[in-house]
Structures are given as C-alpha cells and as structure tokens.
C-alpha cells in the first residue's frame, strides 16, 4: 500500500449556512443566490488539514475508465485495463495524474492548504522476462520414462539430463508450439553407478496395482489379520504398500524374499522406503540363514536389523519422499542362502503407518545417492532443448551440491566474552558483537574455527568434518568396551530420562522411550506386563528378553525393582545380544544397573575404573583439573 499527502488549491463556493442566512432566506427571489453571492465578495475559504482516504473498487474502476480514455498505444490500453482487474495503480495510470481527480470529486468544497492522505495499491509492471516465462509447463519424470533410458529410476553424468530428457518431452508433448517452456522434476546421481553382481533386484513394477505382490520365490505370511502387502502403482512405478488403516484389528504380516546365495563378502543389502501419515513404528526388517520355506516360520531363527539402516524423517501427514534407507552388510553371510523378511505390525485405532517398499537389492554394487532436480527446458526451432538463455539462472545439480547442508545447532561464540548464539534450522545466525570481534565457530563432529567478524554479513562459513570423533563406553555383558567397538544396536537410558514421571513400575520407563522396544500392559491393575524388543521372532515359543540385573540374570524379569533404585538401563537389539548371551538372548537383552549395585561395581573395582580414566587421559578423551574430569569435545 502506497500513502501520499494532496494539496487541494480549491476556493470555497457552495457551503451550506442556511441558518446565518436565514433571514436573506425569505426575501431572495433565489434563496440561495444572495448566499453565494455573499460568499464570493468575502472571500470565505474553509481549510481542511488532516483526513485519510483509502481507494476503494469504484475508484479504481473510476480511473481505469479515465486511463483509458488517456491510452494512446496498445501497452497503456493493457495497464489501464488491468486497474479495474487488479484493484492496483500501476506506471501509466499513475496515482499522480488521477488521484487528484477523484479528492476533486470528494472534497470540492475544501479550500487551498486542505491536505489528504491516500492510501492505494500500486502494481510494478510485469518485466519482459517475467512476461516470457507466464506461462511455463511442468513434468515430472515418470518409471515408464527412466525405463526407456535404462534401468535405473535416475539420471547420471553417463545419461545426462539435458541429453535425456528432449527426448522423453518429445513424446510427452507432441502439441508444444515453438517458444514453449518446460520445467523438468527428475531424479539426479552426481556420479555414475559402480556395476556389480545383483543377487536380488525388485523394484515390484510387473506386480498388478492394488493386488497381493506375487513373485516367484517370494512368500506372504499373515500372523494376525487378513491385509497383506500389496501392489502400489503410481507413474508407472511399483511399490509394496501395506497399512494397518483399513485392517480389522490387529495386523502382523511377512514379506519374504525368495532365497538368495551369498557369493561374495562384498555382498550389501538395500532398500528405499515411503513413510505415509506416520503414527508409530510398523516396520521392521529380519535376516535367517536357516529359514526353509517348507517350514513354520517361528521354527528359525531370524535377527532384527533394523536399527541398521537410516530411514526418512517421519511425517504426521502426507508421505515422505521415497528414500534408500543405505545398506547392510552380508558379509557374516558369504557362502550362506539367506531369506530377508520385511515385517509390518499395527492394529487399526492404533499404529496404522503406511509402509511403501521399493528397489530391494542384495549386490554387490555401491548404492547410489540421487536426489531431485528440475531444469528448464524451451521448443525452440522444432524441438526441445535446455535453455540456455542467460536472463533467468537455472540451478544445475552441481550447483546445488556445492551449496551444501545446512548445520543446526552451531555455536557460534565471541572470543574472550560470554556472547554467543546457535544457528537456526536453515544454519543461519544472528549476533551483536563489539568491533573488531572474533567469532569461534564449533559444532561437534566437525573442526571449529574462528573467523573475523568484520565483513560477514551474509557470509557462508563452511565447517570441515573431524575425523578424531570421541567414544561412548558402553558396559554389556562381562566388562566395558567403547560403543565404536560394539558391533550391534545398543538403546542407553539413564534415570534421568525418567527421575521425574510418575513410574511405579521398571516397564513403564521403556515405553517411548527406546525405539523398537514395546510394552504390552494385560490392562489389569497390577497385572503382567510384555516387553517386546524389535517385535516377536517366534509365534509359538517365548518372545521374553533376557533380564540381567546388576551382572546376575533375573528369572521375574523386572518384577519388584522400584523404579527410584535404577541408575541406568540399556538395551541390546540386535545379533550382538546373542553373541555375548548366546542363545538366551535371541530375544534381546535388557541389562538394568541399579544404584545400589554400581556403588558395589565402583567399589569392588575402583583400580579398573583407575586404569581405564587413565587410558582416556592418554588419548586425549579426558582431562583432569582440580579434581574435576572433563570430556574433550
């Protein structure tokens, strides 16, 4: 909105004081005309300083009617045209040559010096290049597209977009006219994928949509319910979708790969996946090496490996994009036939987490890192091509490889004072600091640095990765060992996670609390609880974790422990559990440490725990100053 103040040079002709003048009222053949005589011969102005006025749409309509009266070429009839459709001024029908029109209209009366403000819309005119690219189409590449390229669901340096994709336009847009524009959404790889031996590839595309996925080789296993994993076909590319949503309770179902010989040591497991209005954790992933498809499938063995793998960021509504959750390495399994089981449980009212499962692969070729791109591209002279116009500035992949990710939670500190911030989610930051300030900038996992502050407004300040990263020790089993040395999935929850809730029993400190950790109340007061870890590996035998309790199995699990007594509590949930526990903890292991006991660990081993600080002095982990150990970070 645009405010601007009008002088009014008006005299005063045709106010009203009827009652000053009434005697003159009832002698005047025209009663009014001894008035204005009156007026006139005095000189009688009246001077309005102060008022405020907004155009309303009968005035744009007013002067847009008067603005084209005024156009002399085909560009101001347009403008003048558009004051009536967007309520605007713009550069031809100015606030200047017409505004005073309308206060004319309104304030007549008003006399020289009167003054008023005006409020109004005003439109910049639409740039040349603004107007060229109105009207510009989009298109997302499709399965169906990328088939006719080649195997892979993106493109690469070898398959090149702006060599690729004129070629999809020109059989996805026969009717384009010669100047057209289209923006291009496709998938991207920096670099080319490394070929090597697939054991398995499904990407589920000759699955029929909305029908049981049937494969040979493949297996469906309902334990509770009658949903299973279905086809979900969209733009031509497939997908295993299962959801709890439309089920009649609960839901436990098994999609299982057909068997695979494991020839190599190189040999990696991977998958993408899509998240979809996220309510809880339904999925889970589960490796056997003695499953045979002839059998029950509670009577072997299988080992959670879901914590292995990274997953998108979940979202309440809506679906995530479609993610490679990473790999998993087989190499325990080279010479071995290997089933991989993908597990979905929920129960509609509960978790009903829609589960899409894409491009499950067991190769020995290095997963790829695509990510989405779109460009512009013109029909120009008979066919499509990337633009290559330098009035507007087309992002390329590289460019937004060199942007890089930003980092959040950097402290960002002014040397030798206490001033400081954090950045933001977008990484960016805003600090006051004395002239001549230096800033440190620090972030764990990354080298700090510090930098002038002068001149850094709006700079890019890139951190380099450390390679020296500080180790967590974690105590399983019978003894310490450091977390990078422990070749499993171990959840840590200290009391403090839970000092403060109202807990009356061990149980309920686990619940939310550890992912892939669930606790089943009988919803009797007082009665059984079941912890499950990574849900249930058998349908028939126990499902129960094994129980250790300050170094010593407890057969009653948590029973009896008051919650105010526990120090810590960790969890083993993977294959790691029975390594160190054997057979006892397929199920997973839970260890609790009450306070109580780690008093008489300390105690009993105080030139143990000696030599390990030692240790962690040497390396340069720890410090030590009046008394006091500090973490290096």
């Not at 059989?171 to 670099?191: Q, S």
């Not at 310490?480 to 840590?492: H, L, N, P, S, Y």
């Not at 609390?513 to 079941?530: D, F, I, L």
Request: glycine share 8%; with cysteine; charged share 20%.
């Amino acid at each position: 909105m645009t405010n601007l103040k009008y002088d009014l040079g008006m005299k005063l002709k045709y106010n009203l004081i009827a009652l000053f003048f009434f005697g003159g009222l009832l002698a005047a053949c025209d009663p009014m005309e001894d008035i204005y005589n009156e007026i006139d011969s005095e000189g009688i102005t009246i001077t309005k300083t102060e008022e405020e006025y907004i155009l309303v749409k009968a005035d744009y309509e007013s002067i847009a009617k008067a603005a084209e009266a005024d156009a002399q070429t085909d560009e101001e009839k347009a403008l003048a045209k558009q004051v009536a459709s967007d309520l605007a001024l713009n550069s031809f029908a100015s606030a200047e040559k017409y505004v005073p029109a309308i206060l004319a209209n309104m304030y007549g009366s008003w006399g020289k010096g009167s003054t008023v403000g005006v409020t109004y819309n005003y439109q910049e005119d639409t740039s040349e290049t603004l107007k060229k690219f109105s009207v510009v189409s989009a298109y997302t590449l499709s399965g169906d597209d990328y088939k006719t390229i080649w195997g892979n669901n993106f493109l690469s340096p070898s398959h090149a977009p702006n060599v690729e994709i004129p070629k999809i336009l020109a059989t996805r847009m026969e009717d384009a006219k010669e100047g057209d524009f289209c923006l291009v959404d496709y998938m991207y790889d920096l670099n080319d994928p490394v070929e090597g031996t697939d054991y398995l590839s499904e990407n589920f595309n000759s699955c029929t949509a909305k029908q049981p996925i049937e494969i040979e080789g493949w297996k469906q296993i309902s334990v509770k319910g009658t949903e299973q994993w279905s086809a979900n076909v969209y733009k031509g590319d497939g997908a295993a979708e299962l959801s709890a949503y439309k089920a009649d309770g609960e839901l436990e179902n098994y999609l299982i790969t057909k068997p695979v010989k494991i020839e190599s040591a190189d040999a990696l497991l991977t998958f993408d996946i899509v998240f979809g209005h996220y309510n809880g954790d339904a999925f889970s992933v589960l490796i056997s090496d003695t499953y045979n498809a002839g059998e029950a499938f509670d009577v072997s063995a299988w080992t959670d490996i879901t914590d292995y793998f990274t997953y998108p960021v979940p979202m309440e509504s809506g679906y995530t994009d479609k993610t490679n959750v990473g790999t998993y390495s087989l190499k325990s399994f080279n010479g071995k036939n290997i089933y991989v089981a993908f597990r979905y449980r929920g129960a509609k009212g509960g978790i009903t987490t829609t589960i899409q499962l894409d491009n499950v692969k067991i190769t020995t070729s290095q997963p790829t890192q695509q990510k989405p791109y779109n460009s512009l591209f013109q029909f120009i002279n008979g066919k499509w091509g990337a633009y290559l116009g330098n009035d507007i500035l087309v992002v390329t992949p590289s460019d937004y490889d060199a942007k890089g990710e930003p980092l959040i939670g950097v402290s960002i500190l002014e040397v030798g004072t206490t001033n400081g911030t954090i950045t933001d989610i977008d990484g960016n930051f805003t600090l006051s600091v004395n002239e001549g300030a230096t800033l440190e900038i620090s972030y764990i996992g990354y080298v700090s640095q510090e930098v002038s502050a002068k001149n850094q407004n709006g700079a890019k300040i890139v951190l380099k990765e450390d390679t020296e990263t500080l180790d967590e020790v974690v105590v399983i089993g019978y003894g310490a060992v450091r977390k990078a040395d422990v070749a499993g999935a171990v959840a840590v929850l200290d009391n403090k996670s839970f000092k403060d809730q109202p807990i009356t029993q061990v149980s309920d400190a686990l619940q939310g609390r550890v992912s892939g950790v669930q606790v089943e109340n009988s919803g009797v007061p007082g009665g059984s609880v079941k912890i499950r870890v990574r849900g249930s590996g058998s349908i028939n035998k126990s499902n129960d974790p094994l129980y250790v309790v300050d170094g010593i199995v407890r057969e009653s699990g948590l029973d009896g422990i008051n919650p105010e007594d526990i120090q810590s509590m960790q969890v083993l949930k993977d294959a790691s559990s029975t390594a160190i526990y054997g057979s006892r903890g397929s199920n997973g292991v839970v260890l609790v440490t009450t306070k109580t006991g780690l008093a008489d660990y300390l105690n009993a081993d105080r030139s143990a725990l000696s030599n390990e600080l030692s240790k962690l002095q040497k390396e340069g982990v720890l410090s030590y100053k009046k008394n006091t150990f500090s973490l290096k970070y």
